[in-house]
Structure formats: C-alpha cells, structure tokens
C-alpha cells in the first residue's frame, strides 16, 4: 500500500492535469475540465491530449510529461488500457495525487484485474495517492476540485456545508449529491473511490477525522476491505466526530447483489453492527436516516441527556413523535411546574400543558415563542422537537424567526418537523438556510434526535 | 346510534347550507363557502346568517328554516353552545347529512362533554347523519365537496384520484392532503371526522368499501371507539379493495399522548396489530409507509407470486433494494435462460445479468426497454422494480417513454425508484402523472411492492 502523502493535494491542488480533456465537449475529461474551469477551482489546468489545440480556450499538452509547472493532481479519463501506462508517466513527472474515473478494471472481471494490479504495482513504485478506478472521484465545495464527469443539469452540485461524504458506489452518490443540492443541504467533501486500488474508506475517514471542515462523516458501504482498520480509525475519529454509515448487503439477496456490483465479500450482518458498535459508528438503516442524522449533527449542539419536549400544533404529530422518541431511545420530559404555570398563562385553555405540547390548531406564533422558550429554560428538558404545520391559518413567519433567534443561541438541540405543499416548503427552506434541519414526518425528526443522544453517549 | 342513510348526501349533495358563512372573510364559515364557490361544487348554496344581506354574492338566510329549497348537507362552524340548536333545526328541516367543524366539544373537557352528549340526542332524533364536531369534515374531488376552512395557499388541494383517506386528526389530515396535492397524488375521498359523535371510522370504511371511486383506502387512527365492529367492517372491506391503516399510540409515551389529543385508550400495541391481522387491514408504521402503499395499489394490477425482477443502472440502489426486498417478504426470481441469453445480446458486456440486472452507469433507453420487456416476458417473474438513476448521462426521456408504455399495458406490478434534483424530477412528475409510483429509495419501492404481495395473499 502506497504512502497516502498525496491526500492534500487530492483535495487542495494548486494545479490540475486533466488527462483525457477532448476537442469533443461531450467527453468524460472535457465535461470534468469544464466544470473545473467554470466551477469554484482558481488554481492552473492543464489539459492533456496527444492533439495540442486549445481546449476551452486552455494551453494543451500531449503528455503528463510535457507540462512544465508542478501538477498536485492528474485527473485521468482515458480508456483502461491506456492508464497504466499515463500513472507511471504521473508518477515520473512527480504528481502527487491522482483520480482515476476510468473504467474496466478489477470490476470486469480477468482481464480488467490484471490491468488493476498493474495500476498497484505503479503505485506502491511512485508513492502516489490514488483514488479510483471506476469511480466519480472528488467533489470538495471548499477548494472547488470537482472530478464528476457529470453535466450540472444532470446533477446538480450541493451548497458549502460541514457534511463530508464517502461513497464506495458512484451512481448512489451522485443520485445523493443531486437530491442534497436541490434539498439544499451543504456538503463539505464528497469522495467516490470505486475499486480502491489504493485510497480506501479506512484512509478517507481518517483524513475526513483531521478535516477541520468536515463536522460529520456519512459514509455509503457495501463491504470493508480492511475491516479491522476500519474499526481502529472509526474509534479515533468518533471520538472527535460522528460517523453515520449506511452499510448495505444485509440480506442474502442484498450480498449476492453487492459481490457482483463491487465485488464486497459483504459477511454477516451481525458481524457488521457488532463492528461499528464498536467502532462507535452509527449505523443507518436507509438512504433517509443516514441523511437525517447527518443534517443533524451539522447544525445541533451536544445533548446532554435523553429527555425530549415535543411542542406541536397538530395532535396526531405529536402522537407519533411521541411514539418514535421513546421507541429510539429518548424519555418524554416531565415538564418542571413553572413551565407548566408559565404555559397555562401563554397559551389556550384548551391547549395541553403535558408533553407533548399541544397548542392545537389555534396556535399562533406567540404560542410557539413561549412554548419553546419555556422549553429552552426548563432544566428538565434536554432537547426540543418543534413540530410545525404551517396549514392551520395563525401560524406565520412570527414562528420562524422565533426559531431561528433561539436556534442562534445554540443552548439545546432542536430540531423541526413540517410537512405539506409550497406554502410550507417556502417557509422550511428559510428554517434549513439558517441552520435549522427540518424533517417531513414526526418519526424521522425524533430518530434523529435519538441519534444525537447515541452520539453523546459514544462521545463521552 | 343514528341510521346512517345521508352518507349519501355527505359527498354528493345538490345543496348545501353554510351555517355561519360570515361577512367577515377570514371567518371559518366564509373560507369554507368561498372554497365551495369557486371550486369544484356545482348544486347550489345557501349561506346562512342573521345578518341577511348577500355574503359573496349568494341570497343569505337567517336561519336553516328560512331556506326554502331541500338541504341536503348543512355545514356548521358557529360557536359551541349554539350548536345544538342549529342542529335541531336542521333536522326539523330534513336535512339529512351535517358536518360539525366547530369545536368546544368532548375535547375540551366535562362542559364539552355534555354539549355532544345534547348532540348525540338531536342526531338519534332525527336519524340525521353528522360528521364531527370538532373536524375538518369531507374533502372530495370528484363533487366538489370541500368544508376544510383552510384557504388554498395554506392548504393545497389534491388533485381527482382513486386513494380515500379517512383521519382520526384533523391536523395530520391537513398536512397530507398539502401535501398530496404538492407531490400530484390523486385523492378520491378525504373524511377527518373529529370527535365522530355519530359517523366513526367503521361507517366511512363501509362506505368506502362500496364506493366505485375508491380503489385503496388509508386510515389514521389513534384509537377505536368500536374495534370489533372495525374488524368485521375490515373482513369485508378488504376482500374487495385494500385497507391501509397508520394507527399510532404504539409505545407508553405516544399512548398517553393519544389519550390527551383524541381521549382514545389506545389499548394494546400487540392486540391492534392482531385485529388488523384478522381483519385483513395493512398496518403502516409510518406516514410514507402508508402513502406509498396506497399509492402503488392505487395504480398497479394485482400481484400473482412474490419473485421479484430487480432493473438498474446504480448498482448500490439495486443492493439496498434486494436487502429491502428480501426483508419484506420478496424473493428475487431467477431469471429464465432465455431472459438471460436476450439481457446478453442486448446490454453491454460487463452489465450485471444476475438479478439484479445492473446496467451499469451507461446505461442507455434501449437497455432499459430490454431489460424491462425481458422481465414482463419472463414467467419466472411476477413483479419489476426499476431503478432509474437520471444523473447518468445516456439516459433520457426514452426510458420515460417505455416505461409509460409498457405500464399500459397492466401486465404485471412495476414500481419505480429515483432520487435526485430538478432534472429527475422534471422526469418523475411524468410518470407518476401517467400511473406509474416512484418512490425516492428502493427500500420504499421494495417495502410497497411487498405490500401489494401482502394484499395479494389477503384477498385471495
């Protein structure tokens, strides 16, 4: 295994060789140098292909060799098996780092492992840090590198965020990328390492565990190479940050499919949970919870306890946040009497003072500040889930200020609930835009929530 | 208990009364018959309040005596106390179907208990058939029957559909049906009947069960007034057209929560699941849950066998939904030779023709229609998930186009599963607009697929 030096530069190079940039703009390397060079990467490009005609206006090379500057990185997008070859040219030329998107690989059978070990021998030889073949390669919303071959209409590329992102599948995360950009959601660093001839998850998590960009680590797995290491770093790294894994190949059916999409030798299931358990990982069960507490953990502060208050303006919400709190592991808090005293003077005779709190459909925006505040101030609550539906007619934009204030003030976790058409979607994408996640159903608010506490309990 | 013989004119009046239409515009009875008179309601109006001058346009009445014309359906939102005397009128005028929104009833407490008990006394007296009080009442797309007092910017409206919708809460009924009425699902019938003084769950699922418009039902319950008589009503129901029930209170903290918004005693987590058992009735554990089952029965022919076909060009997506399939009681089916030996000629080399059949990310819409034409053909399957990611970029409307076509054709159970931003979406609105489900993660696909096999094994 090469020496992983290069993992700076694959994220933060000063300079860029796209090898495989064409004349045709409809090519993997063009769009890949198109999208650098119209995107948010300020450093020099240097497109590479054996016609030496501009390419987007750009200075072209007919070879790696030929470039007479530094390259930190060489992103290669020519056929399998002419790569082997480009990598030994990077590595005489001294790139640091490259991405392989290319294709035909260990991941076709024989002949495409062969070329693989090949690409190893060249690696170990060069001390190159490697990620791919077969993969989408780096999206990093900081420093602007973006190796997806994929045209914006198609995949549109999230906002800035703290939330970094392994994915072992590219199509999974590039279909992620694509819902999270249009959801909003912001994304620090995204990685699709494909066959892992040399950069794995093992070595991802522990650069994304020093990243001081990267708050939370959500990682897509379908089977761990290095299962033992993965269970080293995975203590290290929760120590100082969460970890969500949505590990796939649960089933037999599920193993069979993931043998023959990555070719993960998936072991049992159980062996998995006890891993992670141990590792201190957070274990997903799908696309959604590995989102949801994800986005969580991006914006909440720690919690320091499990007793949730649930404040809501629709009963049958409150009724199934209820459910799903104490289901994943929070306790209903027991509201302190001045909380009670204070909500019966602030609220409706007919609201109810337990937990959940119930404004009922009356509710109006003076309800929720006083409902919330009181909750903020109330030492028997460790955090709140404010379920607001914004279909009853006194609610307004009174409510989201007023969550958006106390938010600021980063005391306990809160999270929202809300859900219904574009009256309420205009007012939640104000809520996520300030910090505040904002989850369509009580149950996934509440899991989340669950999964703040977990993380709280591996933390300390 | 009063006959129950104006369900009839409960959704589909000639006439209806608005008792408490108000000259003031924000008013819950003005809001209510502004949505009758500029909707989908076509019989005539007859706003009623003592102060007769024209509100909207519409000859106003001082009273429900004072109309002339036979009322078929009054709907009241005058304060509490005035209630049962508008009520007494109502029957002494015939009408034959009313819907209570006011509130102030049972659920505030002892004085509200009374004032339903004086109600329930009116409703026998006159075999008069009341929904409410305490409610959003009748939503029905076909008639035009609208009494929710929410404006149409809070609350979108769902479009004409073959899913009804019965809610113990008015609150969470509201949510759904915005959105619904986002998302472009079809409702036939949406009845939130609140404190249920006279028409309970059980009576709207008799006549949902006879409806023709209906094809699948949804339920939110927090609690049975009647259980027995719902498992019976069930055992026939469902033997005609699918149930799907999201009854919540499941834990100690969501049943206490459930006790103060409904005042239902929720009883036993384990014996409800039991009596839905018997009754036929699919329990959903969540609100996804119960739309995307509702959503894949509403257009889908039933289900023969549960060997599933599994099609996609994201080889992660195919392994969570094998783990997803499996999970739910799904077997993947073996593909036939022949299907084997057509999915050869017709993808390229390093696709994937086990099951799942994993195109891979260059797929393109002919291996779509190959694939998804192989699978209708093959006798070994008997439903498809097709997993169509659109970030890859030879994918396009053509695949959009087959999978119309082929669904046209109701030759066996297809769901669909995509996830991403704009462009997807764009694409998905398409087929869902032409019958077909899409479901964002193929956990939900599979979970749906399985519960038109669960229902498959209910009717049969």
């Known amino acids: 295994m090469s020496s992983k030096n290069g993992m700076k530069q694959l994220f933060n190079p000063e300079s860029i060789a796209v090898i495989g940039a064409s004349h045709n703009p409809s090519k993997v390397g063009s769009i890949i140098l198109k999208n650098l060079k119209e995107g948010g990467f300020s450093g020099t490009l240097y497109p590479v292909n054996p016609d030496t005609a501009p390419i987007l206006g750009l200075k072209t090379y007919s070879s ?30 001294g790139v640091k780092a490259v991405v392989i998107i290319s294709s035909g690989f260990k991941e ?39 190796t997806i ?30 819902w999270s950009a249009e959801e ?32 939370v680590i959500s990682m897509y797995l379908e089977g761990a190479s290095r299962p033992r290491e993965l269970i080293e770093m995975g203590k290290k790294v929760t120590k100082k940050k969460p970890v969500v894994c949505l590990k796939v190949g649960r089933t037999e059916a599920g193993v069979k499919a993931a043998a023959s999409h990555t070719g993960s030798l998936a072991g049992s299931d159980e062996i998995y949970s006890a891993a992670f358990k141990q590792a201190g990982i957070l274990r997903a069960d799908t696309i959604e919870e590995m989102f949801d507490y994800a986005r969580a953990f991006s914006s909440q502060p720690q919690l320091k306890g499990n007793r949730i208050a649930i404040i809501t303006d629709g ?25 009670k005293n204070f909500l019966k003077k602030s609220l409706v005779p007919y609201a ?23 909750c903020m101030a109330d030492s028997k609550v460790d955090c709140i889930l404010v379920i607001l539906l914004l279909q009853p007619p006194n609610v307004s934009s009174g409510s989201i200020e007023t969550l958006i204030e106390i938010n600021s003030q980063h005391r ?30 009580p149950d996934r608010a509440a899991k989340a929530m669950a999964a703040l506490y977990k993380y709280s309990k591996i933390k300390n």
């Open 64 to 93: 790696i060799g030929r470039v007479k500057g530094q390259v930190d990185l060489a992103i290669i997008s020519t056929p399998a098996k002419t790569v082997p070859k480009i990598l030994e040219d990077c590595g005489l030329s």
């Open 108 to 146: 076709i059978g024989d002949k495409g492992e062969k070329l693989e070990d090949d690409l190893k021998k060249i690696i170990e030889r060069h001390g190159i840090t490697v990620v791919g073949p077969n993969c989408l390669g780096v999206y990093d919303s900081d420093s602007g590198i973006d």
């Open 412 to 441: 306990k976790p809160m999270l929202v609930c809300s859900a219904g058409g574009r009256y309420t979607k205009t007012h939640t994408d104000i809520l996520e835009d300030s910090g505040i996640p904002v989850f369509p159903t």
């Open 352 to 374: 109810s003072l337990g937990n959940p709190i119930d404004l009922t459909g009356v509710a109006n925006d003076k309800h929720y500040a006083a409902a919330i505040d009181a």
């Open 184 to 215: 909003g959601f912001g994304i620090s660093k995204f990685i699709s390492y494909g066959n892992a001839a040399d950069v794995d998850e093992v070595d991802l998590l522990e650069y994304l565990g020093n990243d001081k960009d990267t708050k």
């Open 149 to 178: 071959f994929l045209p914006s209409y198609r995949m549109g590329r999230p906002k800035h965020g703290n939330i970094s992102f392994i994915s072992q599948s590219g199509a999974f995360g590039s279909a992620l990328l694509d």
């Open 315 to 339: 009963g049958g919400f409150g009724v199934m946040a209820a459910d799903s709190a104490e289901k994943h592991g929070l306790k209903m808090a027991e509201l302190s009497k001045r909380t």
